[in-house]
């Protein structure tokens, strides 16, 4: 069965400053991998996709994410972030063919000032 | 192009009642998937429809839930006799059927089910 592990429930960083969250996944066929945004008392946009072909993966606001199959691992990172930035983070994987996803517990992002 | 809707946003039930959530999916999108999220959790998918028929149920709790997607109208999510557990956000999610092997996922704003 498929799994998703956020390895970080809160992260909390200053404005400006780079930020990476974590995401490490466990299946026994080839997967999609996706982040997605959920702002306060919204649904999940989503942030980017990976599919195949190149490893990085450049998604909206300025997110990116590295698929690592021998770590089974898809990061997210940015730069510098922006108070706008704060939100709950999502990982997901589905089954390459199959249409469910499977989410992460979400990781809380918090912008300080 | 509207995007997903659902309604009601917020529902309140007592214990024994009867809730329904609706979801409209994005014009021209014929398939519908409902996730449940419990406090302090990621989601967790529940059921995958596309018109008339249930393609895959296997997060469906076995009693008192039940999921539709009729030839017109709304998906209609229903859970009977609801008991403080059931108490969650409820996301639709739909997409359309390209007959690739992946169909993107648009989310409604979800439902908040409070069971008092």
């Known amino acids: 069965a498929q799994s998703v592990t956020q390895l970080d429930s809160q992260v909390p960083v200053f404005e400006e400053a780079p930020v990476e969250l974590r995401c490490n996944y466990s299946s026994s066929v080839s997967v999609y991998l996706f982040w997605y945004v959920q702002y306060p008392n919204q649904g999940l946009q989503l942030l980017l996709k990976y599919l195949s072909g190149s490893t990085l993966v450049k998604g909206i606001n300025g997110f990116e994410a590295e698929f690592n199959k021998s770590q089974t691992s898809f990061h997210l990172r940015k730069p510098s972030v922006h108070i706008s930035d704060t939100a709950e983070y999502f990982c997901a994987v589905s089954d390459q063919g199959a249409q469910k996803l499977v989410f992460g517990q979400g990781t809380r992002l918090t912008i300080n000032p | 192009n509207a995007g997903v809707m659902q309604n009601p946003r917020h529902l309140v039930r007592r214990r024994g009642q009867e809730a329904r959530l609706r979801c409209s999916p994005m014009k021209g999108h014929s398939h519908v998937y409902w996730y449940r999220q419990l406090p302090e959790e990621g989601l967790k998918f529940m059921v995958y429809?596309?018109?008339?028929?249930?393609?895959?149920e296997s997060g469906m709790p076995k009693e008192r839930f039940s999921a539709e997607f009729p030839k017109e109208g709304p998906s209609i999510l229903r859970i009977q006799q609801v008991v403080r557990g059931d108490s969650a956000a409820y996301f639709c999610a739909s997409s359309p059927f390209e007959g690739s092997s992946y169909n993107e996922q648009f989310f409604g704003p979800g439902t908040r089910l409070t069971v008092l």
């Open positions: 429809l596309q018109k008339e028929n249930i393609i895959d």
